[in-house]
T-cell receptor, first 113, second 115 residues
């Protein structure tokens, strides 16, 4: 079965640089979520999109922005990167009427040096 | 705000035995969903089982079952016939009718399976 695809899987950036993470949801899934998981922590919700519109917003820094495109893929843009942004970034997707059942991608490991 | 608490940072079990992971949550919502996710060393988040709050019957998925006590706001995961591949970090998660669709996770329980 098709799964959520995230790219790149690993990314190394320097402080103050920008990064773009991409997420391709499972086909026919119309909702995309982004989570950030720091070392030894549980995942924290950042933002979600339903039918290309922002549907919910969590503790996402102002330096981050995201959008969902017409083909339902989503991108998380991160600017002025800080050392504390080093984390595993998950994208998850869910289909309409799924009762919030979210399927996670493999994650993008971002390292800021 | 809703909170999820997993009071067992680490648990261990012998292969083929049964283990129960605990989770409690705090909410004022009446309609919500609870999940257990597994995160093996690969760091992939894998959905193990889910429970709808309006259903009294406990969910079961093969060797995985839950004990959902709504009044006590408790949602424990029982793993029967534990296998080496069950070793992972397990996260309890909550999503409610008024909390958008965001998952709120507990701190996680690291499960070790001993051969």
């Amino acid at each position: 079965a098709a799964g959520v695809i995230q790219s790149p899987r690993h990314l190394i950036k320097e402080k103050r640089e920008t990064a773009t993470l991409k997420c391709y949801p499972i086909p026919r899934h119309d909702t995309v979520y982004w989570y950030q998981q720091g070392p030894g922590q549980d995942p924290q919700f950042l933002i979600s999109f339903y039918e290309k519109m922002q549907s919910d917003k969590g503790s996402i820094p102002d330096r981050f922005s995201a959008q969902q495109f017409s083909d339902y893929h989503s991108e998380l843009n991160m600017s002025s990167l800080e050392l504390g942004d080093s984390a595993l970034y998950f994208c998850a997707s869910s289909p309409l009427g799924s009762d919030y059942e979210q399927y996670f991608g493999p994650g993008t490991r971002l390292t800021v040096t | 705000a809703q909170t999820v608490t997993q009071s067992q940072p680490e648990m261990s079990v012998q292969e083929a035995e049964t283990v129960t992971l605990s989770c409690t949550y705090d909410t004022s919502e009446s309609d919500y969903y609870l999940f257990w996710y597994k995160q093996p060393p690969s760091r992939q988040m894998i959905l193990v089982i889910r429970q709808e709050a309006y259903k009294q019957q406990n969910a079961t998925e093969n060797r995985f079952s839950v004990n959902f006590q709504k009044a006590a706001k408790s949602f424990s995961l029982k793993i029967s016939d534990s296998q080496l591949g069950d070793a992972a970090m397990y996260f309890c998660a909550y999503v409610g009718e008024t909390s958008g669709s965001r998952l709120t996770f507990g701190e996680g329980t690291q499960l070790t399976v001993n051969p």
